[in-house]
């Protein structure tokens, strides 16, 4: 079976740059595993497997994409047997005009919401730049995108996917450089506290903390020898002491289906990686106050790389059976150069660490500028709020103010008094003892007139 790419090792790993594929991303499908003994096996239980990101600012797009054109089968087939410059040089992306309408649909509609993400991201960016008011090209701007086609921003065509396999294979490729550059940056950052450290230290103290940081220093490089990554050395140790086999009985070919975990035919950088452990427990204990574990991880980088090196011959970061077993007849796999660790010669010189203190100290004024200025927005934000808070009491004691004159004036001009909100408030009054005496005899007569019987009505007939 041709080695297939497979997605799958995106998915099983961490996030650790640049242990994928070198395509195995772009254009992969989760591959069938392979039954080597017939129909007798018994069926594994199937392991969930980790959500994995890449790193990349499109991953999310880009795992999306492949899990839709897993679901095809045509699309599925093709790639299954498709090799390294099938996917690299695009072949493969003009299959996409076979897959299924609805694997189309879906994947149109992933592209429009990659678009307006995208667009978000940018409106986001010039919102942040203080460029509010500029007047947004949205199809300029979105060239800057390289993974998919600025131009056509509804649809998913070959285009599409053969941007989304280049990008991610170059930003991959990219990957492990950056992350030396990270490391080198955090060495200097550490070596950068060191120092100013000591120097808030008095003379006696200083010496004395020097004295331990040397200690811990030596105490580091005091451990057993390191293997060369890849060498016979080093993998009959792994045979040993991992497989518990005899060291005398190392067989490559054996050794490589041994750590072949996923049966895939080939060894991925992870199942590499993997080889390095008992090498790096030689100089790293994470319970040791010495040793420090971003070095680790650095060491394990070097390590792959150096096998990459020296065994990857067609570059397409996965070492085959046939490459393994040629590596194992080279000069080098029986007599190794001795491998230097992190700890022979530091990663960065004095003068890029000048140059990443003087960047600090810009950085350290920037912030500084910006607090300050915040802290005067503060102040003005607290003046013009007590000034707000009294203009509302004045606003308060004139209202206050005006309507007890309202009522004072309605009161000498004998007006009902008014409500809250300038309604009329009609209340009834009480009468006066001699307006009660002064208005009884008219009401008696009034009552005496009322009792009176009533006149006969005129003008009837006579009843005999």
């Known amino acids: 079976m041709k080695n297939s790419l497979k997605i799958v090792k995106l998915r099983r790993m961490k996030l650790k740059p640049g242990w994928l594929l070198l395509l195995s991303i772009a254009a992969g499908v989760l591959s069938v595993p392979i039954d080597r003994n017939g129909g007798n096996q018994e069926p594994k239980e199937e392991v969930p497997e980790e959500n994995m990101d890449t790193g990349l600012y499109y991953d999310r797009y880009l795992r999306e994409v492949i899990e839709v054109l897993e679901t095809d089968p045509h699309f599925r087939e093709k790639l299954q047997t498709a090799n390294t410059e099938d996917i690299k040089n695009g072949r493969l992306s003009k299959e996409l005009d076979l897959v299924s309408h609805h694997v189309r649909t879906r994947l149109d509609e992933l592209k429009r919401q990659e678009v307006s993400r995208l667009r978000m991201l940018l409106k986001a960016k010039l ?13 300029s701007l979105l060239k800057q995108f390289e993974h998919l086609d600025p131009h056509n921003q509804n649809t998913f065509e070959a285009k599409d996917l053969e941007l989304l396999i280049s990008t991610a294979t170059k930003d991959l490729e990219n990957y492990d450089a950056e992350r030396h550059e990270e490391f080198k940056r955090y060495e200097m950052l550490k070596e950068h506290e060191r120092r100013e450290y000591l120097k ?29 990554p890849g060498s016979v050395a080093q993998l009959r140790e792994v045979w040993e002491e991992t497989d518990g086999l005899d060291p005398q009985e190392f067989n490559p070919k054996t050794f490589f289906k041994l750590h072949d975990t996923n049966e895939d035919g080939v060894l991925d950088e992870q199942e ?16 040791n106050e010495e040793d420090d574990m971003m070095e680790m991880e650095e060491e394990r980088l070097r390590m792959r790389e150096h096998v990459m090196r020296n ?9 085959s059976l046939e490459e393994f077993l040629k590596s194992t007849e080279k000069k080098e796999f029986n007599n ?18 000048q140059r990443f203190e003087a960047e600090l100290r810009d950085k350290e004024e920037e912030l500084k500028r910006r ?29 206050l103010e005006m309507s007890q004159r309202q009522k004072e004036q309605q009161a000498a001009d004998g007006q009902p008094p008014a409500g809250p909100n300038g309604e009329l408030q009609f209340q009834p009054q009480t009468q006066k003892p001699e307006d009660k005496e002064a208005k009884a005899p008219a009401e008696q007569q009034a009552e005496a007139q009322n009792s009176l019987p009533a006149e006969p009505p005129q003008n009837l007939p006579l009843h005999t």
């Open 272 to 287: 590499l990686e993997a080889l390095f452990t008992k090498e790096l427990e030689k100089v790293y204990d994470p319970k």
């Open 127 to 139: 919102d942040s730049t203080n460029t509010q008011s500029v007047q947004m090209d949205h199809a």
């Open 200 to 228: 808030g230290l008095d003379q006696e103290k200083r010496e004395k903390e020097e004295k331990r940081m040397q200690e811990l220093k030596e105490k580091h490089r005091q451990h057993p020898k390191v293997n060369a």
């Open 371 to 399: 607090a300050e200025t915040l802290r005067q927005e503060q102040e003005l934000l607290k003046e013009r709020g007590k000034a707000l808070e009294a203009q509302r009491r004045e606003y308060q004691q004139a209202v």
């Open 336 to 353: 190794p150069k001795e491998w230097e660790t992190l700890d022979t010669e530091p990663v960065y010189t004095e003068e890029e660490l």
């Open 311 to 319: 065994v990857d011959t067609n570059k397409d970061r996965l070492v």
